[in-house]
């Protein structure tokens, strides 16, 4: 884990990354750029009342109910897990540098290969475009396998992502829930 530094409030300087919610073959490990700092302060993902991925989690069809960061490890209960690509916290994913994105690569893909999930989801395409190389790639499945898994990109869910209103969050995020329920039957994953 990494230490913060001076970007986070005073008095949290030292504070930790956040722990990844993890299990042995999970469908979907949902995978942030690195933590918020308000989440490795809590410790407890998603934690930002701005962030938006537990009520477009639930609003996709992924949770019968909507989760709260306190809940958080309740997702494996659903078969998902939570992980990021970068384990320092930032205020934001813009602070990290390119560099830290590529090299969390070897990492991120041994939890993969450890934890085989079907699908590896991205929150934004920073981290994957970094570990991947690829400049522009579409928002859904992606052409290549990491650790493994099916890759799948989809918006970040952070509050600061304005260009994603919830209607169009939820939309994505329904289409990777559409297509893990047709590879249940064997029609949308190979």
């Known amino acids: ?6 970007d986070l409030p005073e008095g949290a300087a030292t504070i930790s ?8 073959r999970l469908s979907i490990v949902f995978c942030g750029i690195n933590p918020a700092a ?3 302060i809590s410790g407890k993902h998603f934690s930002s009342p701005s962030n ?23 997702v494996l ?9 970068v384990a320092r916290p930032a205020r934001q994913a813009s602070d990290l540098t390119r560099l830290e994105l590529v090299q969390s690569a070897g990492v991120l893909q041994a ?33 290549h396998r990491f650790g493994g898994a099916i890759v799948w990109v989809l918006p970040n869910p952070s509050g600061l992502n304005r260009a994603f209103p919830l209607v169009r969050l939820v939309s994505a995020y329904r289409e990777l ?3 893990l329920d047709a590879g249940e039957t064997g029609r949308a994953f190979d």
Do not use: C
């Open 1 to 6: 884990m990494s230490q913060l530094t001076d």
């Open 111 to 143: 939890k993969i290969e450890t934890y085989r999930p079907v699908v590896l989801a991205f929150l934004g395409k920073a981290a994957y475009g970094a570990i991947s190389g690829k400049k522009d790639m579409p928002w859904g499945r992606q052409d």
């Open 177 to 179: 829930r559409d297509a």
């Open 38 to 40: 308000t989440a490795a």
């Open 77 to 85: 209960d659903y078969g998902y897990g939570l992980t990021t690509a």
């Open 17 to 24: 990354g956040l722990a990844d919610i993890l299990a042995p």
């Open 52 to 74: 938006r991925f537990w009520r477009t989690l639930h609003l996709a069809g992924f949770t019968p109910t909507q989760i709260t960061p306190e809940q958080g490890d309740s």
